[in-house]
């Protein structure tokens, strides 16, 4: 059982290129996150899907824009990397709202020179 | 929104001392408040969880506790072990779409 699978776990980025990062459950959860992991300020919610075909913004998603064509993915795009978008970026799912678990992936560390 | 803040952010134990970390939110309306551990080079990981009915709620070594008047709940490890050293997370939520994390501690236990 792979549960949250993230892909990929590093990358390096120059300033305005673009890149997807993508995410894929195996838990038939309907509940699907985007999070950001920065020093010092604990996750912060990018964007999240309540289910296939649905997006929703977060706390923080200026610069970035996601899709979930299929239940089991959840795609976080980002169209021009600024160095501000370094981060380790985190995946999560849940089988309804967050007041029940929510299960994360191994993360993605990105860094935009 | 709803602010989390967490104490201390670096906490050293010896093996088999106690170790408790606090949290507190602002937003009344937060019902549920997991807890979630990372372990370096990984996601976090919820090792235990209080709903806002509940005062306390205790699973082997990790309990947590709520107050709920006050707006804020702790985690404690009791016989702390060397794979206890993490960074530990506490979060609210409203049972809305968002958890609010607090800003991690990283718990080092000492053998």
């Known amino acids: 059982n792979a549960g949250v699978t993230q892909t990929p776990k590093f990358r390096v980025l120059k300033t305005g290129q673009s890149m997807t990062l993508l995410c894929a459950q195996d838990?038939?959860?309907?509940?699907m996150y985007w999070y950001r992991q920065d020093p010092g300020m604990g996750l912060r919610l990018i964007h999240y899907?309540?289910?296939?075909?649905?997006?929703a913004k977060g706390e923080v998603p200026d610069g970035y824009n996601v899709s979930r064509l299929k239940k089991q993915n959840f795609l976080l795009g980002l169209e021009s990397a600024a160095p501000s978008q370094t981060s380790v970026y985190f995946c999560?799912?849940?089988?309804?709202?967050?007041?029940?678990?929510?299960?994360f992936g191994q993360g993605t560390r990105l860094t935009v020179v | 929104g709803e602010n989390v803040e967490q104490h201390p952010s670096t906490l050293s134990v010896q093996e088999g001392d106690s170790a408790v970390i606090k949290c507190t939110y602002s937003?009344?309306?937060?019902?549920?408040f997991p807890w979630y551990k990372q372990e370096l080079g990984k996601g976090p990981q919820l090792i235990i969880d209080?709903?806002?009915?509940?005062g306390e709620k205790k699973d082997q070594r990790i309990a947590v506790t709520l107050n709920k008047t006050a707006k804020h709940f702790s985690l404690h490890i009791t016989e702390t072990q060397p794979e206890d050293s993490a960074v530990y997370f506490c979060?609210?939520?409203?049972?809305?779409?968002?958890?609010?994390f607090g800003t991690g501690t990283r718990l080092t236990v000492i053998p």
């Open positions: 999560a799912s849940s089988g309804g709202r967050l007041n029940t678990e929510a299960f």
């Open positions: 838990m038939n959860h309907e509940y």
């Open positions: 899907s309540v289910g296939e075909g649905t997006t």
């Open positions: 937003d009344s309306a937060s019902n549920y």
């Open positions: 209080i709903r806002s009915n509940v």
């Open positions: 979060a609210a939520s409203t049972a809305l779409d968002n958890l609010f």
